[in-house]
């Protein structure tokens, strides 16, 4: 049932190298503290850090114990701590509070912190204004592209959301920025370059300026990816707030899928005891069904079990050579298969099971309304009583950022009373996460009829002026409309159905949102590679609010091999969905593409709105 | 050719040698070299000359003159002195002149007598004046160590990067040694001296003494000692007229010599034999000279490369030359031609009497936009000379606009460096040139330019949520940022105390700025969440349980659970909580607390705003078919035959459905016909879909 490739597909290239890359550096690290030292790390590198080297590996460079960085005093007693923390001030605090207490106790060791990917100014300040620069070793772990999967590279950077579009901190964008010049050296320049948002223009800026100082030896390979299209998050939320019914975001969604892996509770193991399993392209089971619709799913799942029942079952008629062979050669293949296959089965069942406890029909019945424009007052009564109900904290601020995107804000009457409600139902704490929304354009009023325009041509005026353009910057979300709407309408965002939509043989990549709606990120992408530019987009460029902010960069092609260009590589600051992955590798197949991700995080809904919530201290 | 050997004379057995003068010196000496301090750059770099008036009893009356002499004697500078009294001179491997001062203080100048830098060997010295001083060269650079008149040693191994280190004190030294030198041992320089008899050996942390292995006896002081310039070899004279020879580490003899005169020498060096790689120790006294050895030295010298050669011209300022060299050895531009360029470029920056826009031009024309020049280091050069202006031309040329940052911060035009850094996209850069700004302005002048500066702004404040959350406040305040304010006031009443009063006190603060803002939902808001505070808290008193922090509609959930209904009832009439939620709420406490009663006295309060079929609902949730089935009669047509299927009467939803001709419900219906009992229905239900087809 999973779509194969085009025979004519290009082959991907072979990230593990980034993996090696990472380890040798890491250990070359861990060697400048020579002799048995303890290992602090930050509890979010502990999965990624797992990807590259496990405790084994550890051991041999002698690192003795292992400890996460939390905020307790420290137990080691070793004579050397090493420290591998995200560059962030909390750690420098909690660093500083280990050393001092060391110095009153008139203890002297050694400490080295390894910041990974990159160490900040502003954190070798804090470490100054404590008083123990002097009494630490920095050192930079340049480790920022994971490869979670064949065609996944991630910068697991969750924070990179917040920062940027929340913040408007731009200290990421040198990561990403030295991530792509490790990616062009490593497999050639890109030859065709595409990219819409500011972050992205400023990413590929900064990209350009390092490889023209660099001057270098990436000139003269050849291209292995053709393309590179950056974009940011912004300019489509609307995808990324959608429920996900494709297999593998559905998992997302349901379990988290953190770092490739997920963590399958009794409930799917139907045993006592959780399990965690590496997601992606390797188990076999998993690589057929994670882009198929949900509904899909059970299906093929009881079929391949009949298969392997019937594989079993050939034992029946064997003689004794045949039975070796079979016990020694395919047995545990089946038995693997078999594994996986009960575990795939208990978390579909697990989905139905809180699927129909929340009314998902219902759900998704007010999404599609949402997405398509109409029975607005019913959707806001529905998003209403979600509230009142106290569904879902996360779940409600969804709904209510879904209606505001997709409408061009709320109208005053119901941005205030759904406020009111939610404030009412889940607490006035949230009066923050409100204002955070806001000023991240997710969730906005109206403005009367008039003055909107107003603001806007003003706006757009100054926007065209470029240093008034960079004042305005900062907040411009506040006077962005999403024009959502109208952006449906230019790209044809919502297929016309007529009949059902046959979600076993999808036509489009609307089949990800079960045939009702085409991520707008997806098309985007889609209609610059088949122009090659962004010509006739003007009108959708205009709308997403990014005249300044598309770009395209292309060069000759002489030196890239045919095959070689029709390797795209994507890249989603901010986060990307596994539902857009899944529409662009159904683009691929279609178009006999192959597409790479590289997003600084995985994300979903959830994660969205997490980023964005304010919790009580 | 017959003559071929007859200029060289035997040397003992089986050795010759000969003398022939290579070239004569082009000076001419004032002074008597040996009423000067002298000192030769290694490589035949240049030579100083300072008469030494300080060493004589009366004070000077002349000031002396330094004088600066190419290996052949070329005069390339001299300058009267005008600083205190020398101990020392020495060259560093940059072939610039190390002159220490008794006072400690050490001036140093370039090749053409340009004077560069000052440094101190530490305030100590100040006191006890120097006595004697070393200039040595180590892997990592120059150093220099003296002795001071406290008989302590001070040494800096690299005078590029000045870290000075006290050497720990020699137990018992009352008078200076008689000899000293430094070593280099492991990557660390040491001190070597000599009291009387004894040898010692100084490192950072230990004063340890040392013996030579297989010293002849009788010794009782050294009178030299030499060290090899590789720091591999060492040669201690004695008072008996002993030589010994060994290896630096006092590991191994090398070999031993007896010449009989004990009259200490003017000098003593290790030098390598001609066409061997032997070495050995030439001793000089007045009249004599004399050549010991029979050491093989594994290493030879290093030979200059292309690069240090290069360097030699350019400080000879022999431009033209060093770029037709490299043009002849086809060096890339990078380490080439560009470089010699930029060399040029500062020697040019240093021409007082050229205005700046010349010197500006004439430097751009020359270097264009070659690869591997800096502007920003010529730029620095002419800041160095005092020429600020044309730096900040010269800057304008350097396209990297992070490059222009440093200097931009040095000459003190930290707004100009903080819109470059901007530029550079470098968020580092940009938060360095912050701190200088906010170091050198004043509050006022620092909070105005970061508000023009979006990015840097954003920066900051980052920065200051983190780290100085009462700048962050002022930040807002500056701009009249009241909202901002208001948020920030809310935070804080989340990180404040246990304490009511406070948290309430930090929430009016905050409605104050929401008003301001014109922010009216938040303030009230906020109004709000500080009643229901104030309010949680007396419940809390009065009945005991947690209320704070609470939601209003779980602090009403709490009082229902708890059986305070009464109290209930009032705060949601004070809350003006709408009818929905609160019937929502109710039916959802009531069912939690399996109070059916209640629950149906409840719902015939009134009419349900929320219909009766979420009552259906949450009986079947907690499986009580008996009280769902009492609402499933009263829900609305709509949702009748849900409720009916819900609570399991498959043929009265049936009924519903085909009274109601509706389609989806029918076959709603018949999905539910699953039932052996169901049978009847289902047929019930296909016979109204074909009656009604046929109409």
């Not at chain 1, 069942?349 to 009314?359: L, Y």
């Not at chain 1, 009949?499 to 992408?525: H, N, Q, T, W």
């Not at chain 1, 292309?554 to 260009?565: F, G, V």
């Not at chain 2, 222009?404 to 035009?413: G, I, N």
Request: glycine content about 6%; proline content about 4%; hydrophobic content about 40%.
């Amino acid at each position: 049932m999973a779509f194969p490739h085009r025979p004519d597909a290009p082959e991907l290239p072979d990230f593990s190298m980034l993996k090696r890359l990472a380890r040798d550096q890491l250990i070359y690290l861990l060697e400048q503290l020579p002799g048995k030292k303890d290992l602090f790390i930050e509890a979010d590198l502990m999965s990624p850090l797992d990807r590259i080297a496990n405790v084994s590996i550890l051991k041999q460079h002698e690192v003795d114990k292992l400890y996460k960085v939390e905020n307790k005093p420290a137990l080691s007693s070793s004579e050397q701590l090493c420290f591998l923390v995200r560059p962030r001030i909390k750690n420098m605090r909690y660093i500083a509070s280990l050393v001092n207490a060391d110095k009153l106790a008139g203890r002297a060791r050694k400490y080295k912190v390894i910041f990974s990917p990159q160490k900040f100014y502003a954190c070798e300040m804090v470490l100054e204004e404590e008083g123990i620069y002097g009494d630490v070793s920095c050192d930079e772990w340049a480790f920022s592209l994971l490869p979670l999967d064949v065609d996944l590279l991630s910068m697991e950077l969750p924070e990179f959301f917040r920062d940027y579009f929340l913040e408007g901190d731009q200290r990421w964008i040198n990561t990403v920025a030295q991530a792509l010049h490790l990616l062009s050296t490593l497999y050639g320049p890109f030859p065709n370059c595409y990219g819409i948002g500011r972050c992205a223009k400023m990413s590929h800026e900064l990209w350009r300026k390092l490889e023209e100082e660099e001057d270098g030896e990436a000139k003269g390979r050849r291209p292995e990816i053709g393309h590179i299209f950056l974009l940011d998050r912004d300019m489509d939320f609307v995808t990324a707030l959608c429920s996900q019914v494709v297999y593998e975001g559905l998992v997302d969604d349901t379990f988290r899928i953190k770092c490739g892996s997920v963590d399958f509770g009794p409930e799917v193991t139907s045993s006592d005891r959780s399990l965690k399993l590496l997601l992606n392209a390797e188990d076999k089971v998993f690589n057929e069904i994670r882009n198929e619709h949900f509904s899909n799913v059970f299906g093929f799942l009881s079929q391949k079990a009949r298969n392997l029942q019937a594989q079993y079952d050939r034992r029946r008629g064997m003689d004794i050579k045949q039975m070796k062979n079979f016990v020694s050669q395919e047995l545990k293949g089946l038995k693997q298969e078999h594994r996986l296959l009960s575990l795939h089965i208990g978390a579909c069942e697990s989905i139905m099971k809180k699927k129909t406890k929340q009314d998902f029909q219902e759900l998704i019945k007010t999404e599609h309304a949402l997405l398509e424009g109409f029975n607005i007052r019913e959707s806001t009564s529905y998003i209403e009583e979600h509230i009142d109900r106290q569904v879902s904290p996360i779940e409600s601020l969804r709904l209510m950022c879904l209606l505001s995107i997709t409408e061009n804000g709320l109208i005053p009457k119901d941005y205030r009373s759904l406020k009111t409600q939610y404030l009412q139902s889940y607490g006035p704490e949230h009066l923050l996460t409100f204002s955070n929304l806001r000023r991240a354009g997710l969730l906005t009023e109206q403005a009367p009829g008039d003055t909107l325009t107003a603001v806007e041509s003003k706006v757009s005026k100054l926007v065209t002026d470029k240093a008034a353009g960079k004042i305005t910057d900062a907040f411009s979300s506040l006077a962005k409309r999403s024009n959502f709407r109208a952006i449906s309408k230019k790209l044809n965002l919502i297929p016309r159905v007529d009949g059902e939509y046959d979600l076993k043989v999808p036509r489009d990549m609307a089949y990800v949102f079960s045939g009702a709606y085409v991520p707008l990120s997806c098309r985007v992408i889609e209609q610059v590679l088949e122009r090659r530019s962004w010509q006739g987009l003007d009108e959708v460029v205009r709308l997403l609010n990014c005249s300044e902010l598309a770009f395209a960069g292309l060069t000759k092609e002489d030196k890239a091999s045919s095959e070689s260009l029709r390797l795209i590589l994507v890249v989603f600051l901010g986060g990307c969905t596994f539902s857009e992955i899944s529409a662009l590798r159904f683009l691929g197949r279609e178009k006999g593409y192959r597409f790479i991700f590289l997003t600084t995080a995985i994300t979903n809904s959830a994660r969205l709105m997490e980023a964005m919530s304010e919790v009580k201290a | 050719m017959d003559c071929y050997t007859a200029n060289w004379n035997p040397l003992g057995d089986s050795a010759f040698y000969r003398k022939y003068e290579l070239y004569s010196m082009d000076w001419s000496l004032k002074e008597e070299l040996r009423d000067c301090l002298v000192a030769a750059a290694p490589y035949g770099g240049p030579i100083a000359l300072l008469r030494n008036p300080w060493r004589k009893e009366k004070a000077a009356s002349v000031r002396p003159v330094l004088e600066i002499y190419s290996a052949s004697g070329m005069p390339l500078a001299s300058l009267l002195w005008k600083s205190g009294p020398v101990v020392s001179l020495g060259w560093s491997a940059e072939e610039e002149l190390l002159c220490v001062q008794e006072d400690g203080v050490v001036l140093v100048y370039g090749l053409h007598g340009d004077f560069r830098r000052h440094f101190s060997m530490g305030n100590e010295v100040l006191q006890n004046r120097v006595l004697d001083a070393r200039i040595f060269h180590t892997e990592f650079g120059s150093g220099v160590a003296i002795l001071t008149g406290a008989h302590r040693f001070t040494l800096s191994a690299n005078v590029g990067d000045l870290k000075l280190r006290r050497m720990p004190e020699v137990p018992g030294l009352q008078t200076a040694p008689s000899c000293w030198t430094t070593l280099c041992q492991d990557r660390v320089a040491h001190i070597l001296l000599a009291v009387g008899p004894d040898l010692y050996l100084l490192d950072h942390a230990a004063c340890s003494a040392v013996t030579p292995p297989g010293l002849a006896p009788g010794v009782s002081s050294f009178l030299q000692m030499a060290v090899s310039f590789t720091y591999r070899h060492l040669a201690l004279f004695t008072d008996t007229g002993y030589i010994w020879m060994g290896t630096a580490s006092l590991k191994e003899k090398l070999c031993e010599f007896n010449c009989n005169i004990r009259a200490p020498p003017k000098q003593m060096v290790w030098c390598s034999r001609p066409r061997s790689k032997e070495k050995a120790v030439v001793v000089a006294w007045e009249r004599r000279l004399m050549v010991v050895g029979d050491a093989p030295e594994s290493i030879q010298y290093k030979q200059l490369t292309i690069q240090v050669l290069l360097d030699r011209l350019v400080l000879r300022r022999l431009y033209p030359l060093a770029i037709q060299i490299c043009e002849y050895l086809r060096l890339p531009e990078v380490q080439g031609v560009s470089r010699i360029l930029a060399h040029w470029a500062c020697y040019k920056v240093q021409q007082k009497d050229v205005s700046d826009e010349d010197v500006a031009r004439a430097i751009n024309q020359k270097l264009g936009d070659t690869p591997g020049v800096s502007y920003s280091d010529i730029a620095a050069r002419a800041y160095g000379c005092g020429r600020t202006e044309l730096a900040i031309k010269l800057l304008e040329y350097e396209p990297r606009s992070g490059e222009q940052v440093p200097l931009l911060l040095k000459m003190k035009r930290s707004k100009l460096a903080l819109s470059k850094a901007i530029e550079s996209g470098d968020t580092d850069l940009v938060f360095t040139v912050l701190l200088h700004l906010k170091n050198e302005l004043n509050r006022g002048d620092f909070f105005m330019t970061l508000r023009n500066q979006p990015m840097a702004l954003s920066l900051y404040r980052q920065f200051c949520k983190h780290q100085e959350l009462e700048t962050l406040k002022d930040l807002y305040n500056q701009d009249d940022n009241h909202q901002e304010l208001g948020s920030f006031h809310i935070r804080a009443s989340y990180a404040a105390q246990e304490r009511i009063e406070g948290r309430v006190t930090a929430l009016q603060t905050a409605v104050d700025a929401f008003y301001k803002a014109k922010n009216e939902f938040a303030a009230k808001a906020t109004e709000d969440q500080m009643r229901l505070l104030r309010l949680q808290r007396r419940l809390e008193d009065e009945l005991g349980g947690q209320f704070l922090d609470l939601s209003l509609h779980d602090t009403v959930t709490t009082l229902i659970l708890g059986g305070h209904n009464k109290r209930a009832e009032q705060l949601a009439r004070d809350f003006r909580i709408p009818d929905k939620r609160l019937w929502w709420l109710k039916l959802t406490a009531l069912a939690d607390l399996e109070d059916w009663e209640e629950l149906e006295k409840f719902s015939k309060s009134k009419k349900s705003p929320i219909g009766y079929l979420p009552f259906v609902e949450i009986c079947m949730k907690q499986h009580n078919k008996y009280e769902a089935k009492k609402y499933a009669s009263r829900v609305g047509p709509e949702q009748k035959v849900k409720a009916l299927l819900l609570v399991g009467d498959v043929a009265q939803a049936a009924d519903v459905a085909i009274e109601r001709r509706n389609e989806a419900e029918l076959s709603l219906v018949l999905s539910h016909c699953t039932g052996a009992t169901d049978g009847a229905t289902a047929d019930k239900i296909q016979r109204a879909r074909a009656q009604a087809q046929k109409k």
